[in-house]
Structure formats: structure tokens, C-alpha cells
């Protein structure tokens, strides 16, 4: 297993952009090669910094969406309109440029094969990107976790990674439920609702296997799933939250 | 908006933390002074929109740690804590 006990105090590293890869209107997947990269481990994430020329600095934290045998360092980073970090990085970047970051930090809310199963994975929007790099830890491995993913999306086209995500859910042991909160796709019969304790009901393993759940996406949807998992009998230390702030960008 | 919905976890100050700690302060349990529950800090709720980084208790919001950076210093105050039970880092 990568080893990511880094004995000493986080610093800042230069990454070059090897690619940006364009993965729906608002989300783009930052390739980056870091020399000396630790290692990581599957829902961890890094800061990023950004310096201005007159010096000004802004600091934004993204999950790293890469599994840890992957040989470059993915983020995969949304752009919000009235960011200061975001548009930058979605829109400006190039291949070639350069960025300032630091991590992986965050030993919790992090998942290996062998942490438990059945493993559910809840996410809403961009709360894919941790979930995926554990799907990704999952299948690199050949680990064989029953896994069930369910992903909060606005639209179809709100999808990251949809290929991919159709891909692993044809492979034996996953499973993937969609649903649309704003528009669906004509003749969908899936999920057209925001999250609910009827929906975690019917898409969540039950309590009484033992499941082990990591729940990111916006605060509201956190809260609404994190909750529901708990009265459904989940063991609360079994539920990981990331939520994301309302000061992101 | 409300305290609800400014509220991040544990994992949010990885990074804070990791400037002044060299061990991942995350994965440490941490108990609170106020009502005596434990949890790993990165299952705590963290507030970044202070002017400083304030950890509390997810069981009954007593705050257990706040990190100020200003100035070149930092000020840390953990009067909120009982104790941390910090694992042993992994060898390489």
C-alpha cells in the first residue's frame, strides 16, 4: 500500500499542468505532474494557491479525483461564476502552466479496500470527484466491495465522468443510481428528486449489513443524507461527510 | 445565512492544521470539555468564515479549538478540549 505518513509539515510544491480535460459546461479535470509526489490516498484532497503579480494569494481546497496508482495527479475542479480561484482554473489554465499546491491532506475522510462493505458512496454534484477516486481505488485494485453509487446530478449533461461512471457500473459488484433533480432525459423512469429518506430507503444498502458510507456534495444534501443514513440505523462513525462551503470558488 | 449552512467538517482544516502539525491532526479523537463525546476531528464541524478557523462539537457545538493566522503568527486555543488521542503515523 502507498505510504503517505509524511513525517513533517505540509508545503507548498509546484504542479505542472499537463492537461486540462473538459468534463461537462462547468467542470474541468486538471492533470497535473508534481514532482515528488508523496502519494495519496482515495478521497483526500490538496490545496491549492493562487498569487496574483501585486502578491495577493487565494487558497482553495479540491479532492483529488485520481486513484493512487494513477501515474499523474487529477483534480477535477468547478467553476463558480463569482469564484476567485475557480475561473482561473477552469477557463485559463493551459498545458504548460504551472500551479502551487499542498497535501494530500486529510486522513479521514478516505477509504482503502478492506475499510468495510458494503460501501455507499452518496454525491451531489461535483461531490463526485472523492467518491470517484475511491471508485477508482476500488477497481484499480481488483478489490471486489459491493459498492452502490448515488449521484445527485441537475441534468444529464451535469454528469462528470458519465462514461466512465456507465463503464464501472457494468463491471460485477457495482451498482449506479442517478438521479435528476432539474431535467431528465425523455422516457427516464430513474429518480427526478433532490435526495430524500424514501429515495436512501430504496438506493441504500441495509443497516443491518454493516455498510460503511461516504456522503460529499453540498451542504444541504450532506446533511439530508448524512441524517437519513443515521436513522436508518447506520452507525453514525460509519457515515463520512465532506461538505462543501458556501465560500468555495 | 445560518449557522447550518456555513458549517464544513473536520477535513476542511487538513491543511490548516498541517501547517503547524506534522502528524494528521484528522484522524485524531478528540474530546470535547463541554459535554465529554469523542470524536476523530476530521467528524468535528469546522467554521472557516470567522476570522479565525473554529473547530466545534458535532454533538453539542461547544467549541473545541480556534486557529487565528495573522501577522505572521498564529494563536491556537484549545481550552475546548479534554484530550486528543493522536494515532501513530504509519512507517514508510
Same mark, same amino acid.
Given at each position: 500500500m502507498e505510504r503517505t505518513a509524511l513525517l513533517g509539515r505540509l508545503t507548498w510544491r509546484l504542479a505542472g499542468v499537463a492537461e486540462v480535460v473538459p468534463?461537462?459546461?462547468?467542470? *474541468?479535470?486538471?492533470?497535473?505532474?508534481?514532482?515528488?509526489? @508523496?502519494?495519496?490516498?482515495?478521497?483526500?484532497?490538496?490545496? =491549492?494557491? !493562487?498569487? #496574483?503579480?501585486? +502578491?495577493?494569494?487565494?487558497?482553495?481546497?479540491?479532492?483529488?479525483?485520481?486513484?493512487?496508482?494513477?501515474?499523474?495527479?487529477?483534480?477535477?475542479?468547478?467553476? !463558480?461564476?463569482?469564484?476567485?480561484?475557480?475561473?482561473?482554473?477552469?477557463?485559463?489554465?493551459? *498545458?504548460?502552466?504551472?500551479?502551487?499546491?499542498?497535501?494530500?491532506?486529510?486522513?479521514?475522510?478516505?477509504?482503502?479496500?478492506?475499510?468495510?462493505?458494503?460501501?455507499l458512496l452518496v454525491a451531489g454534484g461535483s461531490g463526485i470527484v472523492p467518491l470517484a477516486a475511491m471508485l477508482r481505488r476500488r477497481i484499480e485494485t481488483g478489490d471486489a466491495t459491493a459498492v452502490r453509487l448515488l449521484y445527485s446530478s441537475r441534468t444529464p449533461a451535469d454528469v462528470i465522468y458519465a462514461a466512465e461512471l456507465e463503464r464501472a457500473a457494468s463491471l460485477e459488484g457495482i451498482e449506479v443510481i442517478h438521479t435528476y433533480t432539474r431535467s431528465? @432525459?425523455? +422516457?427516464?423512469?430513474?429518480?427526478?428528486?433532490?435526495?430524500?429518506?424514501?429515495? !436512501?430507503?430504496?438506493?441504500?444498502?441495509?443497516?443491518?449489513?454493516?455498510?460503511?458510507?461516504?456522503?460529499?456534495?453540498?451542504?444541504?444534501?450532506?446533511?439530508?443524507?448524512?441524517? +437519513?443514513? =443515521? #436513522?436508518?440505523?447506520?452507525? @453514525?462513525?460509519?457515515?463520512?461527510?465532506?461538505?462543501?462551503?458556501?465560500?468555495?470558488? | 445565512m445560518d449557522d447550518a449552512s456555513l458549517r464544513l467538517d473536520g477535513n476542511a482544516a487538513a491543511g490548516l492544521l498541517g501547517e503547524l502539525f506534522a502528524v494528521d491532526l484528522t484522524t485524531a479523537r478528540c474530546c470535547c470539555a463541554g459535554c465529554g463525546a469523542a470524536e476523530p476531528l476530521g467528524a468535528e464541524a469546522v467554521y472557516v468564515s470567522a476570522p479565525g478557523t473554529v473547530m466545534r462539537c458535532v454533538h453539542c457545538d461547544h467549541a473545541l479549538a480556534v486557529v487565528v493566522h495573522g501577522g505572521g503568527r498564529y494563536w491556537l486555543g484549545v481550552s475546548g478540549m479534554a484530550w486528543l488521542e493522536i494515532p501513530e503515523p504509519a512507517s514508510a
Amino acid at each position: 500500500m502507498e505510504r503517505t505518513a509524511l513525517l513533517g509539515r505540509l508545503t507548498w510544491r509546484l504542479a505542472g499542468v499537463a492537461e486540462v480535460v473538459p468534463e461537462t459546461a462547468r467542470t *474541468a479535470t486538471l492533470v497535473l505532474d508534481v514532482a515528488g509526489w @508523496p502519494g495519496h490516498r482515495a478521497g483526500q484532497h490538496v490545496d =491549492v494557491r !493562487l498569487t #496574483a503579480e501585486d +502578491g495577493y494569494q487565494a487558497q482553495r481546497s479540491y479532492s483529488i479525483a485520481s486513484a493512487p496508482g494513477e501515474s499523474q495527479l487529477r483534480l477535477t475542479v468547478e467553476r !463558480l461564476d463569482d469564484g476567485e480561484v475557480s475561473p482561473y482554473l477552469v477557463g485559463e489554465l493551459r *498545458a504548460g502552466d504551472a500551479i502551487e499546491l499542498r497535501g494530500p491532506v486529510g486522513g479521514y475522510f478516505v477509504w482503502e479496500p478492506g475499510a468495510g462493505e458494503p460501501l455507499l458512496l452518496v454525491a451531489g454534484g461535483s461531490g463526485i470527484v472523492p467518491l470517484a477516486a475511491m471508485l477508482r481505488r476500488r477497481i484499480e485494485t481488483g478489490d471486489a466491495t459491493a459498492v452502490r453509487l448515488l449521484y445527485s446530478s441537475r441534468t444529464p449533461a451535469d454528469v462528470i465522468y458519465a462514461a466512465e461512471l456507465e463503464r464501472a457500473a457494468s463491471l460485477e459488484g457495482i451498482e449506479v443510481i442517478h438521479t435528476y433533480t432539474r431535467s431528465q @432525459p425523455q +422516457g427516464w423512469t430513474g429518480y427526478a428528486r433532490r435526495i430524500d429518506d424514501a429515495m !436512501l430507503a430504496e438506493v441504500a444498502w441495509p443497516a443491518a449489513h454493516g455498510p460503511l458510507a461516504y456522503v460529499c456534495g453540498p451542504t444541504s444534501l450532506v446533511e439530508t443524507a448524512a441524517s +437519513g443514513l =443515521v #436513522a436508518a440505523g447506520y452507525d @453514525p462513525a460509519a457515515v463520512r461527510t465532506e461538505r462543501f462551503g458556501p465560500t468555495g470558488g | 445565512m445560518d449557522d447550518a449552512s456555513l458549517r464544513l467538517d473536520g477535513n476542511a482544516a487538513a491543511g490548516l492544521l498541517g501547517e503547524l502539525f506534522a502528524v494528521d491532526l484528522t484522524t485524531a479523537r478528540c474530546c470535547c470539555a463541554g459535554c465529554g463525546a469523542a470524536e476523530p476531528l476530521g467528524a468535528e464541524a469546522v467554521y472557516v468564515s470567522a476570522p479565525g478557523t473554529v473547530m466545534r462539537c458535532v454533538h453539542c457545538d461547544h467549541a473545541l479549538a480556534v486557529v487565528v493566522h495573522g501577522g505572521g503568527r498564529y494563536w491556537l486555543g484549545v481550552s475546548g478540549m479534554a484530550w486528543l488521542e493522536i494515532p501513530e503515523p504509519a512507517s514508510a
